[in-house]
């Protein structure tokens, strides 16, 4: 997936207010980490990817997407990327239809291979913190070779490793450099500096 080359860590954001996007987007770009999931768990989501769209710097996309009504939203709202929590069939229809990559969720072999039957091949392993960590996912690969990995829940700066060296796995998912409460209290200084610090993670390797 093209949007991953920007980045093997992508923030996972939830914003409460859309006004938050630009100052979020120029801490991100400032922290060399150029890419949003921005989740639709909050009623500024659409208004959020728009805004961020508009910024120009980053590479933003939709996430806890669970309808193909939400699809419509966030690619309207300039979404270039969809993830989903789960797998479902309606919603990765629609993201082909608008002609943007879908990212669905799959956690077991059965899931993987309704997707495979998709024509998916790139799938967001969530929750990955319980669903059996790095092990399961290195687990999955082997029956599954051709699928590629964007571990997500449950991940931040003392684990993410364990599955950015993974064969399979293209990027993980993760909102530590991005926490919620830093982002209501305006603290953006901070929201770059850990994106700095997981930007450096990779580039340990």
């Known amino acids: 997936m093209s949007f991953l080359d920007t980045s093997r860590i992508v923030p996972v954001v939830v914003l409460d207010d859309a006004a938050s996007a630009e100052p979020l987007a120029d801490a991100l770009v400032a922290g060399g980490l150029p890419i949003a999931e921005v989740t639709f768990r909050t009623a500024a989501a659409a208004g959020a990817i728009a805004r961020m769209s508009r910024h120009g710097g980053v590479v933003v996309g939709a996430g806890t997407v669970t309808t193909p009504d939400q699809v419509d939203q966030a690619v309207a709202a300039g979404a270039t990327f969809v993830v989903s929590p789960g797998l479902s069939a ?5 993201c082909r239809f608008h002609g943007v990559p879908a990212l669905p969720g799959a956690t077991t072999a059965t899931e993987i291979m309704a997707a495979l039957e998709l024509g998916v091949d790139v799938l967001k392993f969530f929750p990955a913190g319980t669903s059996g960590g790095a092990a399961a996912v290195a687990a999955l690969s082997a029956p599954f070779p051709q699928v590629r990995f964007v571990p997500t829940g449950g991940i931040d700066a003392s684990n993410a490793l364990d599955y950015l060296r993974l064969p399979s796995v293209l990027a993980v998912g ?6 919620r409460k830093a982002i209501a209290a305006g603290d953006f200084e901070s929201v770059a500096i850990l994106a700095a610090e997981a930007t450096r993670l990779t580039s340990s390797m």
């Open 90 to 94: 309606a919603v990765v229809r629609r």
């Open 174 to 179: 993760g909102s530590w450099m991005v926490p």
